[in-house]
T-cell receptor
Framework: GESVGLHLPTLSVQEGDNSIINCAYS??????FIWYKQESGKGPQFIID?????DKRQGQRVTVLLNKTVKHLSLQIAATQPGDSAVYFC????????????FGGGTRLMVKP | DGGITQSPKYLFRKEGQNVTLSCEQN?????MYWYRQDPGQGLRLIYY???????QKGDIAEGYSVSREKKESFPLTVTSAQKNPTAFYLC????????????FGSGTQLSVL
């Protein structure tokens, strides 16, 4: 909704270019990671996930890379389109009590036509 | 269509008033969650329920209450004890015991009059 993402980091890319959204995660014990896309006024939508026994996973136009050495996760979007404009969140399963996901603060992606 | 339905889309609360946000899912998921989203921040967990008639506090449960009388329904009440209730509220569900891949509703924007 209108309350989402007023002070978020912003990535601005040209339509057709590739986008890379980065996320630093907090817990070296985390074994599952997930990316969500949230458009204005809507709930987050699942994009792609990856387990810690993998370094890379590909979906349709999206790739997630996991670097456990530096606790870094990235989402790559190929041939970015105007419909990709949204806020993107990463989340990790830190294996805390209840096994809940911990969400990052999000990055706003703006696609210029 | 299977999914999670939140209502209303917009809700206004007067001082001292309790309000209830609805969340219904027809995905046959066991686990359901409530998150709060504020500008520039990630999602924060309010309450979650892994099974009917059972629920647990999340990170910011104070001023909120829930019930889980049916598998399909997980309403959230924002009580008068919640002094800063203005936020975007998201309900989610998951099918697996690991609580990893969450499916979200479209959210309710709550504002104080």
């Amino acid at each position: 909704g209108e309350s989402v993402g007023l002070h978020l980091p912003t990535l601005s890319v040209q339509e057709g270019d590739n986008s890379i959204i980065n996320c630093a995660y907090s817990n070296s014990a985390s074994d599952y990671f997930i990316w969500y896309k949230q458009e204005s006024g809507k709930g987050p939508q699942f994009i792609i996930d990856i387990r810690s026994n993998m370094d890379k996973r590909q979906g349709q136009r999206v790739t997630v890379l996991l670097n456990k050495t530096v606790k870094h996760l990235s989402l790559q979007i190929a041939a970015t389109q105007p419909g990709d404009s949204a806020v993107y969140f990463c989340a990790e399963n830190t294996n805390n009590a209840g096994n809940m996901l911990t969400f990052g603060g999000g990055t706003r992606l703006m696609v210029k036509p | 269509d299977g999914g999670i339905t939140q209502s209303p889309k917009y809700l206004f609360r007067k001082e001292g008033q309790n309000v209830t946000l609805s969340c219904e899912q027809n995905l046959n998921h066991d686990a359901m969650y409530w998150y709060r989203q504020d500008p520039g921040q990630g999602l924060r967990l309010i309450y979650y329920s892994q099974i009917v008639n059972d629920f647990q506090k999340g990170d910011i449960a104070e001023g909120y209450s829930v019930s889980r009388e049916k598998k399909e329904s997980f309403p959230l009440t924002v009580t008068s004890a919640q002094k800063n209730p203005t936020a975007f509220y998201l309900c989610a569900s998951s099918s697996d015991a690991t609580n990893e891949k969450l499916f979200f509703g479209s959210g309710t924007q709550l504002s104080v009059l």
